[in-house]
């Protein structure tokens, strides 16, 4: 892995790790967190399982399929042409509430190991390696599903903390770089050039939204 990338990427992961073992998410664990249908809790293992994904994914042995595209993957993924109370989207909460019914302790003492066994798992990666999604099926190169956990992870770290009411936290700039060129390809892959260029220059023409998802 690209030096810059695996340093932003472990500053990110320690980033998030400390929002969600934080005492305000520990507080509101059981209530609604700011994506609808999701708990505090369950969120904050959605937020953490990024960082348990790249620990577990990157060290493996280079998948035998060829990598796709990242704006394809997002083409593909069901939950990006899912509504909200979908059956992909409902499963994501699902899941992520069920985990969370074991408490805040479980879910710091898991995530302390994944956070210590990151490094390393960035170290082994080399940026071309294709990396296995096993919940989707096909595979993308170590450095672009490095940059989708980013987004993952800058995207709900503001969802966490605005469930329970801090400030979200800072990110390294490139990591922040790195996230909207992801979000920018796929908003525009989603709603066009012009869509984008007038959302950031002309606001008078601008459509309601350009959202990446």
């Known amino acids: 892995m690209a030096l810059t990338l695996s340093t932003d990427t472990l500053a990110a992961a320690r980033t998030v790790v400390d929002l969600a073992l934080s005492e305000p998410v520990r507080d509101r664990w059981t209530d609604e967190s700011a994506c609808a249908g999701m708990s505090v809790g369950g969120l904050a293992h959605h937020l953490t399982g990024q960082v348990e994904s790249l620990a577990r994914l990157l060290p493996t042995a280079p998948a035998d399929e060829a990598p796709i595209p990242v704006v394809e993957h997002y083409r593909r993924a069901a939950w990006v042409r899912s509504g909200l109370d979908d059956e992909p989207n409902v499963e994501i909460r699902t899941a992520s509430d069920a ?6 302790a479980e879910l710091a003492a898991n995530t302390v190991v994944q956070l210590t066994r990151l490094p390393a798992a960035l170290a082994a990666a080399e940026d071309a390696d294709p990396v296995l999604i096993p919940w989707q099926g096909w595979a993308l190169t170590a450095h672009d599903f490095t940059v989708t956990r980013l987004m993952e992870m800058v995207v709900h ?6 469930s329970v009411g801090v400030d979200t936290p800072d990110f390294p700039a490139d990591s922040v770089r790195r996230v ?28 309601s939204s350009v959202s990446a998802f």
């Not at 985990?99 to 805040?104: E, I, N, T, Y």
């Not at 909207?180 to 390809?185: K, S």
């Open 157 to 162: 770290a503001d969802d966490l903390a605005a």
């Open 180 to 207: 909207l060129a992801l979000l920018t390809d796929v908003a525009v892959e989603r709603h066009g050039q012009a869509a984008l260029v007038r959302t950031l220059s002309r606001p008078q023409r601008a459509p």
């Open 99 to 104: 985990k969370a019914g074991s408490g805040p």
